[in-house]
Protein backbone atom coordinates (compact mmCIF):
# COMPACT_ATOMS: atom_id res chain seq x y z
CA UNK A 1 0.00 0.00 0.00
CA UNK A 2 1.37 3.38 -1.17
CA UNK A 3 1.64 6.49 1.66
CA UNK A 4 2.46 9.98 0.95
CA UNK A 5 4.31 12.09 3.22
CA UNK A 6 2.62 13.39 6.58
CA UNK A 7 3.86 17.23 6.45
CA UNK A 8 6.15 19.00 4.59
CA UNK A 9 8.15 19.02 8.44
CA UNK A 10 7.81 15.24 7.80
CA UNK A 11 8.41 14.45 4.71
CA UNK A 12 12.12 14.09 4.72
CA UNK A 13 11.11 11.31 6.73
CA UNK A 14 8.20 9.57 5.11
CA UNK A 15 8.22 6.36 4.04
CA UNK A 16 7.86 5.24 0.39
CA UNK A 17 7.61 1.74 -0.26
CA UNK A 18 8.03 0.06 -3.12
CA UNK A 19 5.22 -2.12 -5.17
CA UNK A 20 7.81 -4.44 -5.91
CA UNK A 21 10.16 -4.13 -2.95
CA UNK A 22 14.10 -4.83 -3.73
CA UNK A 23 15.98 -7.45 -2.23
CA UNK A 24 17.10 -6.92 1.85
CA UNK A 25 20.03 -5.30 2.65
CA UNK A 26 23.23 -7.88 3.46
CA UNK A 27 26.37 -7.24 5.44
CA UNK A 28 29.17 -5.27 3.18
CA UNK A 29 27.03 -2.86 1.19
CA UNK A 30 26.96 0.61 0.98
CA UNK A 31 23.08 1.06 2.82
CA UNK A 32 23.74 -1.46 4.66
CA UNK A 33 26.62 0.44 6.29
CA UNK A 34 25.01 4.09 6.09
CA UNK A 35 22.35 1.76 8.01
CA UNK A 36 24.81 0.43 10.84
CA UNK A 37 26.13 3.53 11.48
CA UNK A 38 22.35 5.26 11.70
CA UNK A 39 21.14 2.50 14.29
CA UNK A 40 24.64 3.05 16.16
CA UNK A 41 24.01 6.31 16.70
CA UNK A 42 20.36 5.66 17.90
CA UNK A 43 21.68 3.55 20.32
CA UNK A 44 23.79 5.42 21.45
CA UNK A 45 21.87 8.74 21.89
CA UNK A 46 19.24 5.99 23.40
CA UNK A 47 20.87 4.80 26.55
CA UNK A 48 23.57 7.52 27.24
CA UNK A 49 19.73 9.74 27.77
CA UNK A 50 18.40 6.74 29.47
CA UNK A 51 21.09 5.85 31.85
CA UNK A 52 23.61 9.15 32.40
CA UNK A 53 21.61 9.25 36.05
CA UNK A 54 22.90 6.26 36.88
CA UNK A 55 26.33 7.28 38.21
CA UNK A 56 25.17 10.46 40.01
CA UNK A 57 22.37 8.64 42.40
CA UNK A 58 24.37 8.89 45.23
CA UNK A 59 24.79 12.78 44.47
CA UNK A 60 20.90 12.53 44.20
CA UNK A 61 20.78 10.96 47.67
CA UNK A 62 23.35 13.43 49.38
CA UNK A 63 21.64 17.06 47.54
CA UNK A 64 18.02 16.00 47.93
CA UNK A 65 18.64 13.92 51.12
CA UNK A 66 16.87 11.15 50.04
CA UNK A 67 17.51 7.03 49.86
CA UNK A 68 18.84 5.04 47.43
CA UNK A 69 15.70 3.26 46.96
CA UNK A 70 14.39 7.08 46.13
CA UNK A 71 17.43 7.84 44.28
CA UNK A 72 16.79 4.94 41.78
CA UNK A 73 13.70 6.51 40.58
CA UNK A 74 15.34 8.11 38.28
CA UNK A 75 16.24 5.76 36.46
CA UNK A 76 12.92 3.16 37.38
CA UNK A 77 10.49 6.11 36.42
CA UNK A 78 12.33 6.40 32.76
CA UNK A 79 12.15 2.62 32.45
CA UNK A 80 9.30 2.04 33.36
CA UNK A 81 7.28 4.56 31.48
CA UNK A 82 9.37 3.40 28.47
CA UNK A 83 8.00 -0.14 28.71
CA UNK A 84 4.15 1.31 29.08
CA UNK A 85 4.88 3.33 25.63
CA UNK A 86 6.31 0.81 23.73
CA UNK A 87 3.23 -0.97 22.69
CA UNK A 88 1.73 2.30 21.84
CA UNK A 89 5.19 3.65 19.83
CA UNK A 90 4.73 0.54 17.55
CA UNK A 91 1.46 1.34 16.85
CA UNK A 92 2.77 4.90 15.93
CA UNK A 93 4.95 3.39 14.02
CA UNK A 94 3.06 1.34 12.01
CA UNK A 95 1.09 4.12 10.80
CA UNK A 96 3.12 6.71 10.25
CA UNK A 97 6.42 4.96 9.50
CA UNK A 98 9.58 3.74 11.31
CA UNK A 99 12.12 6.18 10.83
CA UNK A 100 9.67 9.23 11.47
CA UNK A 101 8.81 7.77 15.18
CA UNK A 102 12.10 7.12 15.65
CA UNK A 103 14.07 10.35 14.59
CA UNK A 104 11.00 12.19 16.95
CA UNK A 105 11.73 10.03 19.71
CA UNK A 106 15.50 11.07 19.45
CA UNK A 107 14.97 14.64 19.13
CA UNK A 108 12.21 14.97 22.35
CA UNK A 109 13.99 13.05 24.51
CA UNK A 110 17.20 15.03 23.73
CA UNK A 111 15.45 18.18 24.82
CA UNK A 112 14.09 16.75 27.80
CA UNK A 113 17.54 15.54 28.93
CA UNK A 114 18.46 19.19 29.04
CA UNK A 115 15.44 20.29 31.14
CA UNK A 116 17.29 17.80 33.05
CA UNK A 117 19.94 19.89 34.22
CA UNK A 118 17.45 22.68 35.38
CA UNK A 119 15.18 20.72 37.67
CA UNK A 120 14.77 22.80 40.68
CA UNK A 121 14.05 19.99 42.93
CA UNK A 122 14.07 15.90 42.85
CA UNK A 123 10.28 15.84 42.00
CA UNK A 124 10.89 17.94 38.93
CA UNK A 125 13.65 15.96 37.95
CA UNK A 126 11.34 12.91 38.15
CA UNK A 127 8.79 14.16 35.91
CA UNK A 128 11.36 15.12 33.52
CA UNK A 129 12.70 11.39 34.24
CA UNK A 130 9.10 10.64 33.27
CA UNK A 131 8.85 12.25 30.24
CA UNK A 132 12.18 10.89 28.61
CA UNK A 133 10.93 7.37 29.21
CA UNK A 134 7.93 8.48 27.39
CA UNK A 135 9.50 9.86 24.73
CA UNK A 136 12.39 7.38 24.69
CA UNK A 137 10.32 4.94 23.58
CA UNK A 138 9.64 5.42 20.26
CA UNK A 139 13.38 4.06 19.19
CA UNK A 140 13.92 0.85 20.93
CA UNK A 141 10.43 0.01 20.10
CA UNK A 142 10.77 0.04 16.24
CA UNK A 143 14.57 -0.45 15.99
CA UNK A 144 14.20 -4.29 16.20
CA UNK A 145 11.33 -4.20 13.78
CA UNK A 146 12.99 -2.06 11.15
CA UNK A 147 16.08 -4.04 10.64
CA UNK A 148 14.04 -7.28 10.55
CA UNK A 149 12.35 -5.51 7.90
CA UNK A 150 14.97 -4.70 5.97
CA UNK A 151 18.33 -6.70 6.49
CA UNK A 152 18.52 -10.59 5.48
CA UNK A 153 18.43 -13.00 7.89
CA UNK A 154 21.86 -14.22 7.29
CA UNK A 155 22.88 -10.54 8.26
CA UNK A 156 20.92 -9.57 11.16
CA UNK A 157 22.72 -10.67 13.82
CA UNK A 158 25.76 -8.40 12.65
CA UNK A 159 23.21 -5.64 12.95
CA UNK A 160 21.51 -6.09 15.42
CA UNK A 161 25.09 -6.61 17.77
CA UNK A 162 26.28 -3.42 15.90
CA UNK A 163 22.97 -1.45 17.05
CA UNK A 164 23.38 -2.84 20.94
CA UNK A 165 26.57 -2.11 20.57
CA UNK A 166 25.67 1.41 20.01
CA UNK A 167 23.89 1.14 23.22
CA UNK A 168 26.49 -0.04 25.09
CA UNK A 169 28.55 2.63 23.84
CA UNK A 170 26.19 4.96 24.65
CA UNK A 171 25.63 3.87 27.69
CA UNK A 172 29.44 3.74 28.68
CA UNK A 173 29.53 7.51 27.72
CA UNK A 174 26.76 8.58 29.11
CA UNK A 175 27.76 7.44 32.72
CA UNK A 176 31.76 8.12 32.17
CA UNK A 177 31.07 11.55 31.26
CA UNK A 178 28.28 11.75 33.51
CA UNK A 179 30.68 10.99 36.70
CA UNK A 180 33.66 12.84 35.76
CA UNK A 181 31.11 15.68 34.79
CA UNK A 182 30.32 15.57 38.41
CA UNK A 183 33.30 15.79 39.70
CA UNK A 184 34.74 18.54 37.44
CA UNK A 185 31.40 20.84 38.23
CA UNK A 186 28.16 19.33 38.92
CA UNK A 187 25.29 16.91 37.94
CA UNK A 188 23.37 19.51 36.34
CA UNK A 189 26.55 20.29 34.14
CA UNK A 190 26.84 16.79 33.56
CA UNK A 191 23.16 16.19 32.26
CA UNK A 192 23.42 19.55 30.03
CA UNK A 193 26.34 18.02 28.61
CA UNK A 194 25.20 14.77 27.72
CA UNK A 195 21.59 16.43 26.12
CA UNK A 196 23.54 18.41 23.91
CA UNK A 197 25.77 14.83 22.32
CA UNK A 198 22.73 13.55 22.30
CA UNK A 199 21.30 15.91 20.30
CA UNK A 200 24.61 15.60 17.90
CA UNK A 201 23.98 11.96 17.62
CA UNK A 202 20.08 12.63 16.78
CA UNK A 203 20.71 14.32 13.91
CA UNK A 204 23.56 11.82 12.74
CA UNK A 205 21.01 9.17 13.28
CA UNK A 206 18.14 11.25 10.77
CA UNK A 207 20.57 11.99 7.92
CA UNK A 208 21.67 8.54 7.87
CA UNK A 209 19.03 6.41 8.21
CA UNK A 210 17.80 5.05 4.67
CA UNK A 211 13.63 5.40 3.97
CA UNK A 212 12.09 2.00 4.91
CA UNK A 213 11.98 -0.17 1.85
CA UNK A 214 9.69 -2.96 3.14
CA UNK A 215 7.07 -0.85 5.11
CA UNK A 216 3.51 -0.92 4.81
CA UNK A 217 1.58 1.62 6.14
CA UNK A 218 -1.38 0.36 8.24
CA UNK A 219 -3.79 1.68 10.30
CA UNK A 220 -4.30 0.82 14.42
CA UNK A 221 -6.58 -2.12 14.25
CA UNK A 222 -7.07 -3.55 17.66
CA UNK A 223 -9.01 -6.04 17.70
CA UNK A 224 -6.47 -7.14 15.02
CA UNK A 225 -3.67 -6.38 17.56
CA UNK A 226 -5.20 -8.23 20.11
CA UNK A 227 -5.78 -11.32 18.05
CA UNK A 228 -1.97 -10.84 17.53
CA UNK A 229 -1.16 -10.73 21.26
CA UNK A 230 -2.66 -13.67 21.99
CA UNK A 231 -1.05 -15.67 19.43
CA UNK A 232 2.20 -14.07 20.43
CA UNK A 233 1.94 -14.96 23.79
CA UNK A 234 0.58 -18.54 22.61
CA UNK A 235 3.48 -19.43 20.98
CA UNK A 236 5.56 -21.67 22.72
CA UNK A 237 8.94 -20.25 22.94
CA UNK A 238 8.33 -16.38 22.96
CA UNK A 239 7.28 -15.98 26.34
CA UNK A 240 9.81 -17.36 27.45
CA UNK A 241 12.28 -14.95 25.47
CA UNK A 242 10.11 -12.44 26.94
CA UNK A 243 11.15 -13.56 30.54
CA UNK A 244 14.70 -13.62 29.85
CA UNK A 245 14.64 -10.25 28.92
CA UNK A 246 12.82 -9.50 31.81
CA UNK A 247 14.93 -11.03 33.95
CA UNK A 248 18.56 -10.14 32.75
CA UNK A 249 17.63 -6.50 32.29
CA UNK A 250 16.66 -6.56 35.24
CA UNK A 251 19.85 -7.74 37.03
CA UNK A 252 21.87 -5.42 34.72
CA UNK A 253 19.76 -2.23 35.83
CA UNK A 254 20.17 -3.72 39.70
CA UNK A 255 23.71 -3.96 39.60
CA UNK A 256 25.02 -0.47 38.23
CA UNK A 257 21.87 1.44 40.03
CA UNK A 258 23.38 -0.27 43.47
CA UNK A 259 27.54 0.04 42.28
CA UNK A 260 28.23 3.70 42.98
CA UNK A 261 26.99 3.24 46.09
CA UNK A 262 29.48 0.35 46.60
CA UNK A 263 31.88 1.62 45.12
CA UNK A 264 31.73 5.26 47.18
CA UNK A 265 32.50 3.71 50.51
CA UNK A 266 34.63 0.79 52.19
CA UNK A 267 36.68 -0.83 51.13
CA UNK A 268 36.62 1.19 48.43
CA UNK A 269 35.96 4.30 48.87
CA UNK A 270 36.48 5.43 45.21
CA UNK A 271 35.84 9.43 43.99
CA UNK A 272 32.85 10.04 41.32
CA UNK A 273 35.42 10.29 38.52
CA UNK A 274 37.26 7.12 39.48
CA UNK A 275 33.85 5.36 39.60
CA UNK A 276 32.77 7.03 36.66
CA UNK A 277 35.90 4.80 35.39
CA UNK A 278 34.30 1.37 35.86
CA UNK A 279 31.43 2.16 33.28
CA UNK A 280 34.24 1.53 30.61
CA UNK A 281 33.64 -1.82 31.23
CA UNK A 282 30.86 -1.19 28.49
CA UNK A 283 33.51 -1.62 26.05
CA UNK A 284 33.61 -5.66 26.88
CA UNK A 285 29.97 -5.61 26.43
CA UNK A 286 30.09 -4.03 22.95
CA UNK A 287 32.17 -6.82 21.91
CA UNK A 288 29.58 -9.21 23.44
CA UNK A 289 27.16 -8.14 21.73
CA UNK A 290 28.48 -8.37 17.95
CA UNK A 291 30.43 -11.22 18.89
CA UNK A 292 27.53 -13.21 20.30
CA UNK A 293 25.46 -12.06 17.43
CA UNK A 294 28.01 -13.08 14.78
CA UNK A 295 28.16 -16.99 16.83
CA UNK A 296 23.80 -17.46 17.30
CA UNK A 297 23.97 -16.61 13.26
CA UNK A 298 26.76 -19.53 12.56
CA UNK A 299 26.11 -22.11 15.25
CA UNK A 300 22.47 -21.04 16.40
CA UNK A 301 20.36 -19.01 19.10
CA UNK A 302 19.31 -21.98 21.25
CA UNK A 303 22.62 -23.01 21.80
CA UNK A 304 24.18 -19.62 22.32
CA UNK A 305 21.65 -18.14 24.41
CA UNK A 306 21.85 -20.37 27.99
CA UNK A 307 26.05 -19.81 27.65
CA UNK A 308 25.40 -16.16 27.78
CA UNK A 309 23.38 -16.28 30.94
CA UNK A 310 25.92 -18.16 32.75
CA UNK A 311 29.06 -16.31 31.76
CA UNK A 312 26.80 -13.36 33.40
CA UNK A 313 26.26 -15.26 36.34
CA UNK A 314 29.70 -16.27 37.00
CA UNK A 315 30.59 -12.63 36.42
CA UNK A 316 27.93 -11.58 39.07
CA UNK A 317 29.09 -13.91 41.90
CA UNK A 318 32.56 -13.03 41.21
CA UNK A 319 31.80 -9.49 42.54
CA UNK A 320 31.18 -10.66 46.18
CA UNK A 321 35.17 -10.03 46.80
CA UNK A 322 36.07 -7.43 48.62
CA UNK A 323 39.15 -6.37 46.33
CA UNK A 324 39.11 -3.87 43.55
CA UNK A 325 40.64 -5.99 41.26
CA UNK A 326 38.34 -9.34 40.54
CA UNK A 327 35.91 -7.15 41.48
CA UNK A 328 36.16 -5.40 37.89
CA UNK A 329 36.83 -7.96 36.55
CA UNK A 330 33.46 -9.91 37.97
CA UNK A 331 31.54 -6.72 36.30
CA UNK A 332 33.61 -7.27 33.09
CA UNK A 333 31.91 -10.99 32.55
CA UNK A 334 28.48 -10.05 34.04
CA UNK A 335 28.89 -6.88 31.40
CA UNK A 336 30.17 -9.02 28.29
CA UNK A 337 26.86 -12.02 29.26
CA UNK A 338 24.44 -9.50 29.64
CA UNK A 339 24.51 -8.03 26.41
CA UNK A 340 24.95 -11.52 24.70
CA UNK A 341 22.31 -12.33 26.44
CA UNK A 342 20.26 -9.33 25.07
CA UNK A 343 22.20 -9.40 21.56
CA UNK A 344 20.39 -13.15 21.41
CA UNK A 345 17.17 -12.87 22.64
CA UNK A 346 16.29 -9.78 20.45
CA UNK A 347 17.09 -11.58 17.16
CA UNK A 348 15.26 -14.61 18.06
CA UNK A 349 12.36 -12.90 18.81
CA UNK A 350 12.12 -11.18 15.24
CA UNK A 351 12.84 -15.04 13.72
CA UNK A 352 9.72 -16.39 16.07
CA UNK A 353 7.39 -13.62 15.23
CA UNK A 354 6.45 -13.72 11.47
CA UNK A 355 4.19 -10.96 9.87
CA UNK A 356 4.06 -9.90 14.14
CA UNK A 357 7.42 -8.85 14.24
CA UNK A 358 6.56 -5.03 15.41
CA UNK A 359 4.22 -6.23 18.44
CA UNK A 360 6.72 -9.22 19.26
CA UNK A 361 9.76 -6.93 19.49
CA UNK A 362 7.78 -4.15 21.59
CA UNK A 363 6.21 -7.17 24.00
CA UNK A 364 10.19 -8.19 24.66
CA UNK A 365 11.21 -4.64 25.01
CA UNK A 366 8.20 -3.92 27.92
CA UNK A 367 9.62 -7.14 29.50
CA UNK A 368 12.83 -5.93 29.17
CA UNK A 369 12.28 -2.40 30.42
CA UNK A 370 9.59 -3.58 33.09
CA UNK A 371 12.06 -5.85 34.57
CA UNK A 372 14.66 -2.74 34.76
CA UNK A 373 12.24 -0.90 36.70
CA UNK A 374 10.97 -3.74 39.04
CA UNK A 375 14.48 -5.43 40.25
CA UNK A 376 15.75 -2.03 39.57
CA UNK A 377 13.86 -0.89 43.03
CA UNK A 378 13.96 -3.49 44.64
CA UNK A 379 17.30 -4.10 44.28
CA UNK A 380 17.52 -0.93 46.26
CA UNK A 381 15.75 -1.75 48.86
CA UNK A 382 17.85 -4.86 49.35
CA UNK A 383 20.80 -2.67 49.63
CA UNK A 384 19.60 -1.20 52.19
CA UNK A 385 18.68 -4.10 53.99
CA UNK A 386 21.47 -6.62 53.14
CA UNK A 387 24.05 -4.43 51.28
CA UNK A 388 25.90 -5.68 48.53
CA UNK A 389 25.52 -9.88 49.53
CA UNK A 390 22.17 -9.20 49.45
CA UNK A 391 21.59 -7.77 46.22
CA UNK A 392 23.72 -10.59 44.91
CA UNK A 393 21.51 -13.05 46.42
CA UNK A 394 18.69 -11.61 44.59
CA UNK A 395 20.19 -11.44 41.21
CA UNK A 396 21.64 -14.86 41.44
CA UNK A 397 18.28 -16.13 42.18
CA UNK A 398 16.81 -13.98 39.08
CA UNK A 399 19.91 -15.23 36.25
CA UNK A 400 19.14 -19.00 37.68
CA UNK A 401 15.12 -18.75 36.72
CA UNK A 402 16.70 -16.78 32.79
CA UNK A 403 19.23 -20.14 32.52
CA UNK A 404 15.84 -22.48 33.17
CA UNK A 405 14.42 -20.74 30.40
CA UNK A 406 17.18 -20.76 28.42
CA UNK A 407 17.62 -24.35 28.35
CA UNK A 408 14.11 -24.79 27.80
CA UNK A 409 14.36 -22.69 25.12
CA UNK A 410 17.10 -25.00 23.61
CA UNK A 411 15.11 -27.82 23.64
CA UNK A 412 12.34 -26.23 21.61
CA UNK A 413 11.32 -27.15 17.94
CA UNK A 414 12.27 -24.04 16.12
CA UNK A 415 9.42 -22.40 14.00
CA UNK A 416 12.37 -20.87 11.69
CA UNK A 417 15.68 -21.92 12.13
CA UNK A 418 17.48 -19.59 14.74
Not at 152 to 179: D, H, P, V
Not at 289 to 298: N, Q
Not at 410 to 417: A, E, G, Q, Y
Amino acid sequence: MSSSALTSTLSANSECPASQPPAKLSYGSKVYRRTARAMFAGGFATFSTLYCVQPLLPQFSREFQISAAVASGAVSTSTATMALMLIPASILADRYGRRTIMSLSLGLSSLFLIGCALAGNFTQLLILRTLIGLTLAGLPAVAMTYLSEEIETGSLGRALGLYIAGNALGGMCGRLIAGVLCEWGSWRFSLGVLGILSVLATLDFSRNLPPSRHFTRVKADTRRMVKSARHLIGDAGLPWLFLCGFLVMGCFVSMYNVLGYRLESAPFNLRPAEEGLIFTLYLIGMFGSTWAGKLADRVGRRNVLWIMVVIALAGLLLTLTQVLPPLVAGIAIFTFGFFGTHSVASSWIGMRAGHDKALASALYLSSYYLGASVLGAVSGMMWRLAAWPGVVALLTAALLLCLAAALYLRKLPPLHTP
